[in-house]
């Protein structure tokens, strides 16, 4: 197998690269743009996105090029792209990445966007936290007007597109696309009801396509090399292209890694991150962001690509791989991820916003020592009770820490209640009244 | 967000089919599957549901199964599809429901026994059809009462976040006054950025609190929802007659609920093309007068100069002896009388009655002469029908609404949340013309800010740009050629140059709204109090008429000229003959055929049309000694009227004043007798809205002190006069208008008149319509220089009339201020700050008072609430009565203002 070329990551990591606009000029940026501007007619780079079987990266893999498709043809009016960079799972730090040391690369994906699809307005909506990447991004903007590849008739062509930075203010939930949206349009940041969606109804009511920073990355390569090259990397047909995990926890060298689609969750770890720490036995992953259900040991042969981790019974995700050496407490790990929803619920739906604050409630009753048998119960049935029954995924999402660990490490729940019934005094029943 | 196929009349919505717990439904494609499964008589709990606005989707309560998903889905934001199984009952829904309130009911307090909504809560209900008996995770939240508001007290404690408050208010309303916001960890519902509540004050959120979580200030802890007498009846303050709850304790109202509810979630979210069932402020909180204690208890009369407490039978015996002692000595028409539009229609009806036959005079007239006559009278001469031509569903569903001279926001706030509506869901053009930056203003598509005063001009350039820009209706105008070659005559005469200097709108806005206008194909015109209150009002409807004839406008359904009205009942004053120019079932007076049909009903003579006589004809002939007596029946001249009336010589010269009301206002301090009459809400009666729609009130509670309905005082009066009048009760007199006027109660429907332009056209037009096209720039232009400022008094949304003035809710949310409305650059190119004094002179006189900033006020133009009479601004107007309609302008001027 001949060496793997990386793409997103090739820039930067080439010594020297300061993500400045001739430093990208110089490797070839802005090439796709000169190439399609005015020269291909805007369907055919939705058709390239299609065939290159490009999926989004910001957690849920749907097909970019299909969701361009789903925009309102021949729409007469302002449409929107909003660049997804609030990256704010646990456990995820690539986009940051891609803004901080390259960011003409999601600035060039944005404009053939933009250009794909018709839209004259873009926006970056900017995790509140990176104060740095917006600055970086501010400027390379600044940079990108001045040479005439942002704003009005771009490249003294016909094309007007305008790019403009938002930062949020500090919300979990904004990353999700219709909260996002909100937020951007001014408004407390609560998921919208789907349908319709975004691409019909989306900022202001108008057309909108939410796509996340790798994913437009990835488009000046797509548009430079074509979508056979493309869709040839990875583990074609469904999971083209390479996926940058960022691996955290437990492992020697923590960090991003670019693969191609496909590479088993044991070479990332073992070879990419230079395995575990302290060469303690691995007990747990985390294989695509907090709300990506656990794996155990047994999946390290599982590849990471769409199909495969879905089939194993997690997701994908945003490519947050979070390892556990063996002595993690499950219970406490659990309890701290459910803290993290819990605060950030953004409190519309009534079962995840009274659902997590119960499920924390009785998760640290049992990590303190304080479980009752019919904890688990509790626990399974509140879970049950919150996935899908919300305006978004968040539901779903806050309760895969619990359900997993319950799954797998349920002896661990056991034993903390089991020690709490024989230390505990007998516990004051609250009064209950009627039948139970 | 995204429309309903339901409530989209440009979407043809695809029939489908689907099964409901076995059963075969019909619906249409993509509605929500909650919409679908509530019509077919199921409920399904829902907690954050209302048919009024979007899904919200939050509660997790309205789960059904669908066959093919392996978890329970949320009915209401799930798109009902052809072939869908869904079951709606079963015991895994039921307890998966369970666990949804036992969420609901962990972050609850459960202080039920001292909370409003106890017995009236939608938790409670809920929790007890769940059987939910585990309590043990009640919270207590312990957040501090928000009681900022003036009106709504916000106790979080309760709150469910169900966010029923915030979408009824951002979706239906307009508003957006309220959010969500996480404070001390839990998320509350608060004023926009956490600030007191100041919005229209509706309550409509107060209304859909399943909870008790949002409290009424002004009935919080007085009473129990079970004991309370919940009477439904129609709202006397302005045109729209909305349908409400007064719900009374023994005698007293406690509280003023709407139809729109938590308990009532379920509808066709098309039916609210119709209204909504909300109320506005006025009807929500400006109950108290009615129980109020400057309520007239007994009558009184004039003894040694003052007014004495006397019992009923003198005071009526007294009143009807002077009056036929006058009537004697006189003549009948020696005696004159007034009524407010706020009396029923069998009131109004009984009282030309009284007067036309009892007394026999033709003297009488009733507020609707303050304005809307103009509109009835250019209606009834222009098309043959003397009221509004559309209703409320015309209105939400019109694809572009004309709205000339009104801040409906303020004056009628529901027929307002109706244009509302259909930008929102029906995303109709509107075209807002006014001299001021309303709310309607601030939502329209089309806000034209013209200069003071110069709506009517801004209507002649509509009509010329309609016609020059050819967008002209040909089949309309090829019916009377004559007629629009005349029109087309007169309007050439007209130069675009002086319209748009007149008006200050550029000539391409102009033709822009002509032809959003013209091209809409259902298009309405709304004229309200810039028009029909303001000078030349009667011409300018006609015009209006004419714009909508040559666009093709008239006849044609869901279009029309429409207007509104500022007291409830001033389109049945009309109908009901309470006007010197009609008899009831507005027939002419002069009319000698509907004369017969009438003296023949009622067994007597009709007195002479002539000798009839409009408001400020009888306070003029009151002055000159011609009239000895005058009756008034709730009205008050004397504080409504300018000072340059010489309302109060006219009162002092009469030997007899008799006012019948339910305060002793400023006019009844001058009268010789004084006789207490009952509010709406202790009698029965129907009142006419704007719509047409005839609307029962009903009687709430007894009767205040000693008052009396007016008919009753009314119907001994006439007795007393000779005039045998043998009515038990409102029924009574109903009965009789029932047989004269056949199919005027019509069980609460509007009724469609056919607008038929062709009497009119093809008549007399042509010698009228060139009066109206005058220039008249020139003199607008002279007055502007010499006097800057336009003066008007107007509406506010709290209030209306004096009436409310009494309410102290009302007062509370807005207290006079006695300040001028000003723009806020205008204050500081003057050097005034707010509470500066300035000197505001007009032709009649000047006056100093003190100025406070406005956001709707545009550069050049002031205001003041004609609701309140300290400092008497309305002294400073000049009054110009219209020479078609005897209307007495006086809420519009010119002035100076200079810092004191």
């Known amino acids: ?436 | 967000m995204g429309l309903k196929p339901a409530t989209n009349p440009e979407v043809e919505a695809k029939p489908i089919e689907l099964t409901i717990d076995g059963r075969s439904v019909s619906a249409s494609d993509g509605v929500s599957l909650y919409d679908v499964i509530s019509s077919t008589g199921k409920i399904v709990p829902a907690m954050c549901y209302h048919y009024t606005f979007d899904p919200f989707g939050s509660c997790g309560m309205c789960l059904v199964m669908v066959e093919g998903k392996k978890a329970p889905v949320r009915s209401c934001t799930a798109k009902a599809a052809a072939g869908m199984i869904v079951r709606t009952e079963g015991d895994d829904l039921f307890q998966a429901r369970k666990k949804a309130v036992e969420k609901h009911l962990s972050v609850h307090p459960l202080d039920c026994p001292v909370c409003d909504a106890d017995g009236h809560c939608e938790l409670q209900d809920m929790a007890f059809q769940h059987q939910v008996t585990n309590l043990a995770n009640a919270k207590q939240k312990l957040i501090p009462e928000d009681t900022r508001s003036l009106v709504l007290d916000f106790n979080m404690n309760r709150c469910i976040a169900c966010g029923e408050c915030i979408n009824v208010c951002k979706d239906v309303l307009m508003i957006d006054a309220l959010q969500f916001m996480k404070k001390g960890g839990f998320n509350q519902v608060v004023a926009k950025g956490d600030q007191p509540l100041s919005c229209e004050f509706c309550g409509d959120c107060l209304a859909v609190c399943p909870v008790g979580a949002i409290t009424n200030k002004f009935s919080k802890y007085l009473y129990k929802p079970w004991q309370l007498k919940k009477t439904t009846t129609t709202c006397n303050y302005c045109g729209d007659g909305c349908q409400m709850h007064v719900e009374t304790k023994d005698r007293e109202v406690v509280r003023v609920t709407s139809p729109l509810s938590w308990k009532n979630k379920w509808g066709d979210r098309s039916e609210t093309a119709k209204g909504h069932g909300g109320i506005c402020v006025r009807g929500r909180f400006g109950f108290e007068y009615i129980d109020s204690t400057a309520r007239l208890q007994q009558p009184l009369m004039r003894r040694d100069g003052k007014l004495v407490e006397a019992p009923w039978l003198e005071a009526v015996h007294s009143v009807v002896d002077r009056l036929a002692d006058i009537k004697a000595k006189h003549g009948p028409d020696a005696i004159a009388g007034l009524i407010t539009a706020r009396c029923t229609n069998e009131e109004l009806y009984l009282f030309q009655k009284l007067m036309r036959v009892a007394i026999g005079t033709n003297q009488l007239d009733s507020s609707a002469r303050y304005g809307h006559i103009n509109f009835v009278r250019a209606a009834q001469q222009a098309v043959g029908v003397g009221r509004a031509m559309n209703d409320w569903e015309d209105l939400t569903k019109a694809k572009a609404i004309l709205l000339v001279g009104s801040n409906l926001t303020e004056t009628n706030p529901l027929t307002s949340v109706r244009v509302k509506d259909a930008i929102r869901i029906y995303k109709a053009q509107v075209i807002v013309v006014d001299s001021a930056q309303t709310n309607i203003a601030r939502l329209a598509s089309h806000p034209m800010m013209v200069k003071p005063g110069s709506e009517g001009v801004f209507v002649q350039g509509l009509v010329k740009s309609v016609i020059e820009q050819d967008l002209i209706d040909t089949e309309a105008t090829a019916k009377y050629p004559k007629a629009f070659a005349v029109l087309q005559e007169a309007v050439a005469k007209l130069s675009f140059e002086s319209i748009t200097a007149a008006t200050g709108i550029a000539l391409d806005q102009i033709h822009e709204a002509a032809s959003i206008f013209a091209e809409a194909p259902r298009a309405i015109i709304l004229c309200a109090e810039g028009v029909v209150r303001r000078p030349a009002g009667y011409e300018k409807i006609l015009s209006l008429m004419d714009l909508a004839w040559i666009t093709g406008k008239l006849g044609r359904p869901g279009c029309g000229v429409t207007t509104v009205t500022e007291e409830i009942n001033e389109q049945g004053a009309v109908d009901m003959g309470a006007a010197p120019e009609f008899l009831p079932g507005q027939a002419p007076i002069t009319d000698a055929a509907a004369r017969d049909r009438f003296a023949k009903a009622w067994g007597a003579e009709l007195p002479a049309p002539e000798k009839g006589a409009t408001l400020t004809e009888i306070l003029k002939r009151c002055r000159n000694g011609q009239i000895k007596a005058l009756y008034i029946v709730g009205e008050n001249p004397l504080a409504t009227l300018p000072k340059s009336m010489d309302v109060q010589a006219a009162l002092k010269g009469l030997d007899l004043l008799v006012c019948q009301d339910l305060f002793l206002t400023e006019t009844a301090r001058f009268a010789h007798v004084v006789l207490p009459a009952c509010s709406y809400a202790e009698k029965e009666g129907t009142f006419t809205n704007l719509e047409g729609k005839v609307l029962r009130i009903r009687q709430a509670m007894d009767p205040v002190g000693e008052s009396l309905p007016d008919w009753h005082i009314m119907t001994a009066i006439a007795s007393g006069l000779g005039c045998q009048l043998d009515y038990e009760s409102p029924h009574d007199i109903q009965r009789e208008i029932m047989k004269l006027l056949p199919g005027y109660y019509n069980l609460g429907q509007p009724r469609k008149p056919a607008p038929d332009p062709n009497k009119y056209l093809s008549n007399g037009y042509s010698a009228e319509v060139k009066a109206r096209y005058q220039p008249q720039m020139e003199a607008m232009a002279a007055t502007q220089a010499a006097k800057p400022f336009a003066l008007a008094l107007g509406q506010l949304l709290y209030h209306s009339g004096k009436l409310s003035t009494q309410a102290p809710g009302l007062i509370t949310i807005a207290p006079n201020t006695g300040r001028l409305h000003m723009n806020a650059k205008d204050m500081e190119r003057l050097g005034l700050t707010d509470g500066t004094k300035v000197r505001v002179t007009t032709a009649q006189g000047k006056l100093d008072v003190g100025v406070q900033a406005d956001l709707a006020m545009l550069p050049g133009s002031c205001f003041f609430p004609e609701h309140f009479n300290e400092p008497p601004v309305k002294d400073l107007m000049a009054v110009e009565i219209d020479r078609h309609t005897g209307v007495p302008y006086f809420k519009f001027t010119s002035a100076t203002i200079q810092k004191v």
Not at chain 1, 3 to 11: A, M, S, T
Not at chain 1, 49 to 74: E, I, N, Q
Not at chain 1, 263 to 275: K, M, P, S, V, Y
Not at chain 1, 349 to 365: F, Y
């Open chain 1, 1 to 436: 197998m001949p060496p793997f070329e990386k793409i997103l990551l090739k820039n930067m990591e080439t010594p020297g690269y300061t993500g400045s606009l001739a430093d990208y000029e110089r490797g070839g940026g802005y090439q796709a743009l000169r190439k399609v501007l005015g020269k291909i007619p805007p369907a055919e780079i939705t058709e390239t996105v299609k065939k290159s079987g490009l999926r989004g990266r910001g957690g849920a893999g749907f097909p970019t090029g299909v969701k361009w498709g789903f925009l309102p043809k021949d729409y007469q009016g302002p449409k929107y792209l909003c660049c997804n960079a609030d990256e704010s799972e646990p456990g995820t730090f690539k986009d940051r990445q891609l803004i901080e040391r390259d960011p003409h690369q999601m600035i060039e994906g944005m404009l053939l966007a933009c250009y794909a699809i018709g839209v004259e307005t873009a926006y970056i909506y900017i995790r509140g936290e990176f104060v740095l990447g917006a600055q970086i991004l501010e400027r390379a903007l600044a940079e990108a007007r001045m040479a005439g590849y942002v704003g009005q008739n771009i490249l003294g062509a016909r094309t007007s597109i305008n790019i403009w930075v938002h930062r949020g203010a500090g919300a979990y939930i904004c990353g999700e696309e219709t909260a996002l949206l909100e937020s951007l349009e001014g408004k407390r940041g609560l998921p919208r009801v789907k349908p319709p969606f975004p691409a019909t109804h989306g900022l202001y009511n108008k057309p909108t396509v939410v796509n996340n920073v790798e994913t437009l990355a990835n488009l000046p390569h797509i548009i430079n090399r074509g979508a056979e090259w493309f869709a040839a990397i990875g583990s074609p047909p469904k999971s083209s292209g390479t996926r940058i995990f960022c691996v955290s926890g437990h492992v020697k060298r923590p960090g991003n890694f670019e693969v191609p689609m496909g590479t088993t969750l044991r070479e990332l770890i073992f070879e990419h991150a230079g395995g575990m720490r302290s060469d303690k036995p691995l007990k747990a992953i985390i294989p695509g962001g907090a709300s990506a259900p656990f794996f155990t040991p047994e999946h390290l042969g599982v590849k990471l690509d769409f199909e495969s981790v879905a089939q194993a019974g997690s997701m994908l995700g945003s490519g947050g791989v979070t390892v556990m050496e063996e002595g993690t407490n499950m219970v406490w790990a659990a309890l701290r991820l459910m803290e993290f929803f819990y605060h950030e619920s953004c409190g519309k739906c009534t079962p995840c916003r009274e659902g997590s604050s119960w499920l924390v409630q009785t998760m640290r009753r049992i990590v303190d020592g304080r479980g009752r048998n019919s904890d688990l119960e509790t626990l399974v049935e509140l879970c049950q009770n919150i996935a899908g029954r919300t305006v978004c995924a968040f539901g779903d999402a806050e309760v895969a820490p619990i359900m997993s660990t319950l799954k797998y490490w349920r002896h661990e729940y056991e034993e903390l209640i089991q020690q709490a019934a024989m230390s505990a005094p007998a516990e004051l029943m609250m009064p209950v009244m009627g039948k139970h």
